[in-house]
């Protein structure tokens, strides 16, 4: 305990002697116990104190996360990791773990990869599906590198050339000796990218034109605009591919029939462009009124106003929700499976019953496989999504 | 030389903004209604090379196929299309509702966990909404139905617990078969609720009127669940279980949660809940620091200063994300074709399609029931968010 009278100093004193004449004010003569220091609030255990014990109900939540966790995770790392089987030639390989319990059976998904990434392409023709892959992986980073340069030539390389290329490369061309592919042998991660590429190229353009007639002044135009987006928003996305699947064929005449994948493509896009198209409303929304007001006063009609001054700033504003929907559109790519299309999640869907590989763990370790490859790329692109978002309010802010 | 003239500059006619308007919008729907010509000239050649028959006379033949979960009386022999239509339609309104009410909860709490001061706690919350955010509902849903359900024991080893029993052909619940008193313990449930809702409203008239706070949770929890319990004993507390009974190959009695049921509902609600939480966690943090801090200044409690001041801001920033949430999950449950649960889409786009092969009235049907959903949900939503709308001055 602390000594009070040893403490006292004059001014103390003093002070005291005032409180005494006055009857009718009090003043406490004597110190109060002076309080403990506080508690550690530095160090691990002052963060642990502050961020996991600060009230009773806080504590009591830590234990339970942490029970939750401790139950959860070993058996989850076991599975994943430790009693995982890493090679093998077929299921006897993964009845079995190394520790006696059966993990993970990683040996089927290295043995059925290339099925996964390829699905039935033939294996002559396989490099042209890797050139395409490089191709478009040299497209995205110019794109989304936003200082790159000549950024514009990007734009042009992503959403003109590149494509062109790209089918010809996929689909051959007898002329320059390359071997029709049938699109029925299309499968894996190669029909995910190429629905997922196609969304995006054809749904951007196509969302602003969209986007546009929802805000235009002229009636029919603004109506049909509308009326196109809310129908789409407002039914699932498996309907429009059922849709596109049974009736494109209706709507032309027989020998021009589509095949599968191109129907898919149709649903797809047109799902995707009346999302896009919101989003892009959005940005057009966003930009202040005197930046059209300028324009008109600069003598700039519809078109020079809109590509020149107006869109430039409403892509720009709206860029993370573009790459959102992006996002959006990758996952939604699993649904072209209801209609015979063999992406990524139909080729696991195929290969884990199949006789060969099947095991109590198998279809757990498919699902893993392709869930780590969604989480990925979707995981990234929302982190890039967040970065632009950060450094256009940077930029806001000057 | 600058020649007189009077009047506006005269503009070439197609320079004129409206007329210019005008040609473009009749250029416009000639080409829609030229489009939509050839497709109708194409339908109608297409369906009579191939011999169908248009129209919705195919609602009154007889369906002939079994499904496996009925709300209502259906049966494989007489039932038509029409009442397959009904099934299907009640099946996935069910999911949808209970879907709502589960993923609301769920996104609530994960919400709020997110911006918990303990650390842990937030951050097993964002790590939740992150992994499940970032991964196909398709994926989740199969990997709930075949890696998870599919790997429960099986009928002969079942796992049974207080009467219910768990194998993989589903969930099996002791079924209550109440006595002649049961219409009144339900009216009296009914009659908790409104006296309830009453209190509330009247506690939150006094609040305004005179700033005196009544707290009803404890007399509302009474009234929900003490006024059935009343009934239920004056009627002579007359209840039996009829419990679910194990047999060699199945299950007899009881009442029956299928397992695409279980999956479908489950994974609907563990995804759409990850979205919940960001609109709800957008929504708190939307409301201003100030506020918080002048309600404390005021003197307000914790629970005070989010009931009174910080809910009701955020309510109007949340509400309009919710509602397409909601839409989202209605529409996602069609998801339900994958793991074989009988919704709308699955017997009636799916089977009732191929058995007739009606494409175009099954598809156009089908749009117009998603569309009136759709509509139905953003119009009570939007009804609502009128009335909390902030009324400015």
């Known amino acids: 305990m602390w000594d009070a009278e040893a403490m006292s100093d004059p001014v103390e004193t003093s002070m005291m002697r005032i409180a005494v004449t006055e009857d009718d004010v009090f003043v406490r003569s004597q110190r109060v116990s002076v309080l403990p220091p506080p508690l550690i609030e530095t160090g691990p255990i002052g963060w642990l104190r502050a961020n996991l014990f600060s009230s009773p109900f806080n504590a009591i939540l830590t234990v339970a996360v942490v029970t939750f966790l401790a139950w959860a995770v070993p058996p989850l790392v076991r599975f994943l990791f430790i009693d995982a089987t890493w090679s093998g030639a077929d299921r006897e390989a993964c009845l079995a773990g190394p520790h006696g319990e059966a993990g993970a059976c990683w040996a089927f998904v290295r043995d059925r990869l290339s099925y996964f990434i390829y699905g039935s392409y033939p294996i002559a023709s396989r490099w042209r599906v890797d050139l395409f892959f490089a191709m478009l992986a040299f497209g995205i980073g110019w794109l989304l590198w936003l ?72 009636p029919a135009v603004r109506v049909l605009s509308t009326m196109f987006i809310e129908f789409v928003r407002g039914v699932p996305l498996i309907t429009v591919l059922f849709m596109a699947s049974v009736m494109l064929p209706l709507f032309v005449p027989p020998a021009w029939s589509p095949d599968k994948l191109l129907r898919a493509l149709v649903g797809i896009v047109l799902f995707s462009s009346a999302y896009m198209a919101e989003v892009i409303r959005a940005g057009l929304v966003a930009v202040p009124l005197g930046q059209y007001e300028a324009a008109r006063a600069l003598g700039l009609r519809f078109w020079r106003m809109q590509g020149l001054i107006i869109l430039p700033q409403a892509l720009r504003i709206t860029l993370p929700n573009i790459v959102n929907s992006f996002i959006a559109l990758f996952k939604d790519t699993t649904l072209v499976f209801f209609v015979g299309i063999f992406d990524l999640l139909k080729t696991v869907e195929v290969a884990r019953v199949d006789p060969k590989w099947a095991t109590p763990v198998t279809s757990a370790t498919g699902y893993a496989f392709a869930a780590m490859f969604y989480f990925v790329f979707c995981f990234l692109m929302a982190r890039y999504a967040d970065r632009i978002e950060y450094r256009l309010a940077r930029a806001e802010r000057r | 030389m600058a020649r007189e003239r009077t009047g506006p500059p005269r503009a070439a006619l197609l320079d004129e903004p409206k007329f210019r308007g005008i040609v473009y919008q009749i250029l416009l729907c000639l080409l829609i209604a030229l489009a939509a010509a050839a497709v109708v000239r194409n339908v109608t050649e297409n369906l009579a090379r191939n011999r169908i028959t248009s129209g919705f006379g195919f609602l009154d033949q007889t369906a002939g196929f079994d499904i496996s979960q009925t709300l209502i009386d259906y049966s494989v022999q007489t039932s038509t299309y029409g009442r397959a239509f009904w099934v299907g339609l009640l099946n996935t309104l069910l999911i949808a509702g209970l879907g709502i009410v589960l993923a609301t909860v769920w996104g609530f709490v994960i919400g709020i966990a997110r911006l918990s001061r303990n650390w842990l706690v937030a951050n097993v919350a964002r790590g939740y909404v992150e992994l499940i955010r970032n991964i196909p509902l398709l994926l989740q849903l199969l990997f709930w139905y075949n890696a998870v359900l599919k790997a429960l024991p099986e009928m002969r080893e079942s796992i049974v617990f207080g009467g219910a029993v768990l194998n993989n052909r589903g969930l099996f619940l002791p079924q209550p078969n109440f006595g002649p008193g049961t219409g009144l313990v339900a009216l009296a449930f009914v009659i908790g609720i409104a006296s309830a809702l009453g209190l509330r409203l009247a506690a939150k008239r006094r609040l305004e009127r005179t700033g005196q706070t009544i707290p009803v949770f404890g007399s509302s929890l009474a009234l929900v669940i003490g006024l059935p319990v009343i009934a239920f004993l004056l009627a002579g507390a007359e209840v039996r279980l009829v419990l679910p009974e194990l047999g060699r190959f199945n299950v007899r009695g009881g009442v029956e949660i299928l397992p695409e049921f279980g999956a479908l509902l489950f994974g609907l609600v563990v995804y759409t809940a990850a979205f919940i939480a960001e609109v709800v966690r957008a929504g708190l943090l939307s409301v201003s620091r100030g506020q918080t801090e002048a309600a404390a200044a005021l003197g307000l409690r914790r629970r005070q200063i989010l009931n009174l001041i910080v809910i009701p801001q955020a309510k109007r920033v949340i509400i309009p994300p919710l509602t397409n949430q909601y839409l989202n999950l209605t529409k996602n449950s069609s998801l339900a074709v994958a793991i074989g649960y009988p919704d709308f889409v699955q017997i009636f786009t799916g089977t009732v399609l191929n058995q007739t092969g009606q494409a175009v009235e099954v598809v156009v049907i089908t749009l117009a029931v998603y569309l009136a959903l759709s509509l139905t949900t953003s119009a009570a939503m939007n009804w609502y968010n009128a009335r909390v709308a902030y009324v400015g001055r």
């Open chain 1, 147 to 218: 200082d790159a340069p000549r950024r514009l030539l990007g734009a042009l390389y992503f959403f003109v050339i590149m494509p062109i290329v790209a089918y010809v490369l996929l689909n051959g061309w007898s002329l320059i000796g390359l071997p029709i592919v049938d699109t029925a042998l299309w499968g894996g991660v190669l029909v995910t990218v190429v629905v997922t590429t196609v969304g995006i190229v054809a749904s951007l353009p196509l969302g602003i034109v969209l986007a546009l007639g929802r805000r235009s002044s002229l």
